[in-house]
């Protein structure tokens, strides 16, 4: 068993498109995340993986205009367990599939009525070995996000968020 | 070749995925006018900007009033998902960009509203945000309520908890009423809270640039 802690920037695509007057998306801003992953060795070439991970942002109002509104911070929690191929020495990639969490600082705007469900995620990893312990992590993964407050609005359906993450990461290696 | 076939499909398929479909507000029964006009032509709109928010508000702490005006900043902030506008009571008039004051009469507090058929129990005035703020010097909002006689306590309070959020609503920049009773903003309101076209109307107002501005 090998343990992994990364830490990096994330780049998340608009939660809410709507047009009222203007159109006008709801983005996060570029944020840190944090994750932590236990792989556990299968029959090589193959690693069983489990990931923690969590980011915290700010999301804005981008109006047509060019103008910017804070609407508060926005944290997210994601548990994905996946599995791991070695395809060259010093790479790897692989498939996570989980549930992420939507933890907002305000009930208020698009929270009003609170986070909603646990949303399916899906993610594609890749990592660069840099040396023993060490590597550089990208990470995509996707999601569909709404609230019930967007419901309430009468949003027929929900966005499809794309989220890309590089982080480096660091930890015990599962080599002997 | 096929693959690539696949690759492309997914992308193309990730991309008319990522659009929810936003709800239509503007159909001709979704909202009513906001805008005074002067004659002709002359749009008349009011709007907190957002460097002016969140909205201060000071209410006379006699009775019931804090509650009322805490009440009717929430019902109206609750309206608006993307930050638009936002209100916040505070202790001292000076401060306030709107107060909120008794006439005629301070009613008791703590009376549960009436679960009656709606009575004109009370009444409300706003002062025009235009003429406040183009008009004259002002710097204050007025929202004045009135108790009126005749009537029991329960029955004033149902009705100040109408009145307190129609006014809130002439305050925030919805200058005309509404001609629909199921609406908060129908002149002597029916309803306990605003509509789905009171929210809509909220929305694009606060949408639309604004021609006058609070000082």
Known sequence: MAYHIAVGARYGTALVHDSIVTPFAVRPAVAPALSAAAYLPLKPPWQGVATLDASITRISRHDSDGTTTNLGRLSTIMFCVGLRRDISKKLSAGLDIGGLKYLPADETGIFNLGAGPLAGVGGLVMEWQLSPGLAIEARYDIHQFTTPALDAEGFTSATLVQRVTLSLAGGTSSEP | ?215
């Open chain 2, 1 to 215: 070749m096929n693959r690539n076939r696949v690759v492309l499909g997914l992308l193309g398929l990730l991309a008319a995925c990522d659009t929810a479909q936003a709800p239509l507000r503007t159909c001709a029964r979704c909202s009513y006018d906001f805008a005074d006009t002067v004659p002709p032509t002359t749009a008349l709109v009011f709007s907190w900007p957002e460097n002016r928010l969140p909205v201060r508000f000071y209410a006379d702490p006699r009775g019931a009033l804090p509650s009322l005006v805490t009440l009717a900043i929430g019902a109206w902030q609750g309206q608006f998902l993307y930050g638009e506008w936002s209100g916040v009571p505070v202790p001292d008039s000076t401060m306030a960009d709107v107060v909120v004051l008794w006439a005629g009469g301070v009613p008791p507090p703590d009376v549960p509203p009436d679960q009656g058929p709606p009575v004109d129990a009370c009444a409300g005035e706003t002062s025009d945000p235009v003429a406040v703020f183009r008009d004259s010097a002002g710097t204050h909002v007025h929202i004045v309520l009135t108790p009126r006689g005749g009537f029991s306590d329960a029955q004033v309070a149902a009705c100040l908890r109408r009145v307190v959020i129609h006014e809130f609503g002439h305050a925030l920049g919805l200058l005309r009423e509404s001609d629909s009773t199921g609406d908060i903003m129908y002149e002597g309101p029916t309803v306990t809270a605003p509509s789905e076209r009171d929210r809509n109307t909220a929305e694009i107002l606060y949408h639309t640039p604004a021609t006058v501005a609070p000082r």
